[in-house]
């Protein structure tokens, strides 16, 4: 059952110049988006930066608005809500239902709040229970993200940088809500605490049955946490598979590179690698045709006019790729 | 192995804060060897960027090297050269930093100036450590620009770093930390803030000129695919002190110290199944004021021997293969 269904969402910054400020042109950071996120799933949206995937999670969470498109939310069992055109007034009673975790956990923490408070805000915003009843509350959620009680009346800076993420963790959790927008959760953890709170959020996922749109730009800890992955790149999906498909046969060139970049932790697997030339399109002057054509190992003289569709494969596999059919490209694992 | 052109032994920094002392080197040793890479790897406090600070000479305020020797090996059959007991102001010091060893920092923002054109700073470099004319400096620099395959060279040599991406500003870093033709390159965290594919990129460049100058290379990172990519040998370190040495393949293939063995296990990979659990290390890096007795990861070993482990550091016992490793239950295996 889909959780949230994102139709084809634009977002849209001007640039003026001058002194009278006229619109001279404009950058599409996100230029015709659409996926899907079924109840219990996680989806991975991946690419480098500047490639849109903060802004498409910035606008499901209402804190940019959509230039256009829909995104359409269904929370519980009444038809689904767009989130686009919902007045801000019943922006809380839907937000409840969609919370995110950041990827600095030493930013997003108020140091002057005891964790019991900080992870016990939005129960108090949303009028939840009483006092005894939030703390009862606070000290479930310690314990699903594996925090002692003693926490409750701890500050932030007594924690270790993977103990306060599991803190911004339980604060997500605190409404009990649907959808978590996890935006780099683990980029800014050491490694071994890193594979700890994986872990975790897998785990929470199982026990609560919760959908992660999961943000990143690291390949290896996607491949741990998807179902599916959507690939973008200036402002658009140019690839979207199950995870395992898209990892080991890639359909666009640009996924290709992106897969053989990747240092393989493995001294035996040295290899030469696809090293894509030159550097990510500006999305204020992207290229004509397809964006990737310039740096496309396969590109012919279609690719340079006209842009492609994303163009289903089978198996729920998509590719924007003029050449999809007739390219055999090599994946990972 | 003898004829190295950098031999550290026995390094001890101490920073003496309000706090008490910070122990961040407790007795480090290694060789570097040209056309080499070492790599040293370890999770954030366990001292692999004081260990590059140090050799140059620049450990910040109120770190200080209490003993140990960093011996540099002297140029045209020169005695060698003990870099601890020059005065980190002196002017063979300042000789040595930037002329004999070359440093590429993470940020390029932060370690470029925004005053002076990227063309200057090169030229200034170049005029300090070879006393080149104006002229031909600004000539130097272009051909410096070119070597790090910066497109037209003669255009970008006038611009200001803001001016430039992420990618093209690190290849700067490298151009400027070149430019006094060293002998030794230190590369701390030289991709860790760019994109995958410029990582690529990044990481082919200082292949090919270690290549051509037959470059020894200190790469410091916490990515274990980095150092899979690119080093000869690798040295693990924990708290202030290497664990592990060896060449890369048994460091990834037939690690013996138990924590780069589970650090191996945490790395995530684009080579794993999807949605399956890392394994993990319990706890997190302790403070490096609480530093525990004897072995300092003996809290989180799984191979824990009771009594031994907490009593006194195991000494480094050298390895067949010319490496070394710092543990009592690897020397009973």
């Known amino acids: 059952m889909t959780l949230l269904e994102v139709k084809d969402l634009r977002k849209y910054y001007a640039i003026r110049r001058g002194l009278l400020q006229r619109r001279v042109g404009e950058v599409r950071a996100v230029d015709g988006v659409s996926f899907q996120i079924a109840r219990g799933e996680t989806l991975s949206l991946v690419g480098e930066s500047g490639c849109g995937k903060t802004t498409v999670s910035r606008c499901i969470m209402r804190a940019l608005d959509a230039t256009s498109g829909e995104i359409r939310f269904a929370p519980g069992d009444a038809p689904p809500v767009d989130l686009v055109t919902l007045p801000r007034s019943r922006l809380r009673s839907v937000r409840r239902h969609m919370q995110m975790i950041f990827q600095d956990p030493h930013a997003s923490l108020n140091p002057r709040m005891t964790v019991g408070d900080i992870i016990a805000e939005p129960l108090l915003v949303n009028n939840v229970g009483t006092a005894a009843d939030r703390r009862d509350r606070v000290l479930q959620l310690l314990e699903l993200v594996k925090l002692p009680r003693a926490a409750y009346s701890r500050f932030p800076h007594a924690f270790s940088g993977g103990q306060r993420q599991r803190v911004g963790i339980a604060r997500a959790l605190a409404l009990d809500p649907k959808l978590i927008v996890a935006d780099e959760p683990v980029s800014a953890l050491d490694v071994s605490v890193q594979a700890q709170i994986v872990n975790l959020l897998l785990e929470l996922q199982d026990r609560l049955g919760l959908s992660y749109l999961f943000v990143a730009h690291d390949l290896s800890v996607v491949k741990h946490m998807s179902d599916r992955v959507a690939v973008m790149y200036v402002g658009r999906i140019v690839e979207v598979a199950p995870t395992r498909r898209l990892f080991s046969k890639p359909r666009h060139p640009y996924t290709e590179a992106l897969l053989s970049a990747v240092p393989k932790p493995d001294p035996r697997l040295r290899s030469e690698r696809i090293v894509l030339q030159g550097e990510v399109a500006d999305p204020a002057d992207p290229p004509p045709g397809c964006a990737f054509h310039p740096r496309c190992p396969y590109a012919v003289d279609r690719c340079r006019v006209e842009v492609p569709e994303l163009i289903e494969t089978g198996d729920g596999h998509m590719a924007r790729c003029h050449r999809v059919q007739e390219l055999t490209l090599s994946g990972v694992g | ?333």
């Open chain 2, 1 to 333: 192995m003898s004829g190295a052109l950098l031999s550290v032994q026995d390094l001890v920094v101490h920073f003496h804060q309000d706090e008490g002392i910070l122990r961040a080197l407790e007795g480090v040793s290694f060789e570097v060897h040209r056309g080499r890479t070492l790599g040293l790897v370890g999770e954030s406090g366990c001292g692999k960027s004081v260990t590059a600070r140090s050799i140059l000479r620049i450990v910040d305020r109120p770190g200080r090297i209490v003993s140990g020797r960093i011996n540099l090996d002297g140029r045209r059959g020169e005695p060698p050269i003990d870099l601890t007991a020059l005065p980190a102001n002196s002017r063979r010091m300042r000789a040595i930093r930037g002329g004999r060893i070359g440093l590429v920092f993470q940020e390029p923002m932060t370690s470029l100036s925004v005053n002076y054109t990227v063309g200057n700073q090169i030229a200034e470099v170049v005029r300090e450590h070879q006393g080149l004319s104006r002229a031909a400096a600004h000539a130097r620099a272009i051909e410096l620009l070119r070597d790090v395959g910066i497109p037209r060279p003669e255009r970008r040599v006038d611009e200001y770093p803001f001016q430039l991406s992420g990618g093209l500003r690190q290849r700067v870093m490298i151009a400027v930390a070149l430019a006094g033709d060293p002998d030794i390159l230190i590369a701390d965290e030289p991709t860790t803030a760019l994109d995958v594919t410029t990582q690529a990129q990044i990481l082919n460049l200082m292949r090919r000129l270690q290549r051509e100058k037959n470059l020894a290379l200190i790469l410091i990172t916490h990515d274990m695919g980095v150092i899979a990519e690119m080093a000869d040998e690798v040295a693990v370190m924990y708290l202030g002190r290497i664990v592990e040495r060896g060449p890369v393949d048994q460091i990834f293939h037939a690690p013996r110290h138990p924590y780069t063995r589970l650090l191996l296990r945490s790395i995530p990979s684009v080579l794993a199944e999807p949605r399956t659990p890392l394994a993990t290390i319990s706890g997190s890096v302790p403070h490096p004021y609480q530093r525990p007795s004897g072995c300092p990861f003996h809290p989180r070993c799984p191979d824990h021997i009771p009594a031994t482990c907490e009593a006194a550091m195991p000494a480094e016992t050298a390895t067949a293969d010319g490496g070394c490793v710092r543990c009592y239950a690897a020397e009973h295996t």
